[in-house]
């Protein structure tokens, strides 16, 4: 899959770069054993956020 980002720090850059939202990274990571990331995602606008594990 060819893509035009080259790291998900550009991504999400692009992303928040027309500030309509905001993304939050976060390591929720259990007992160091089973790797999980978290992604909130919230519109600035109307302040509602989705969280996707």
């Avoid at 998900?8 to 770069?17: G, N, R, S, T, W």
């Avoid at 939050?24 to 089973?34: A, G, L, Q």
């Amino acid at each position: 899959m060819k893509t035009k980002f080259k790291s998900v720090y550009e991504f999400i850059a692009e992303i928040e770069k027309e500030n309509k939202y905001k993304v939050i990274v976060k390591n929720y990571t259990i007992n160091n054993t089973f790797p999980v990331i978290g992604i909130i995602l919230i519109n600035n606008n109307t302040n509602q956020y989705v969280v996707n594990l």
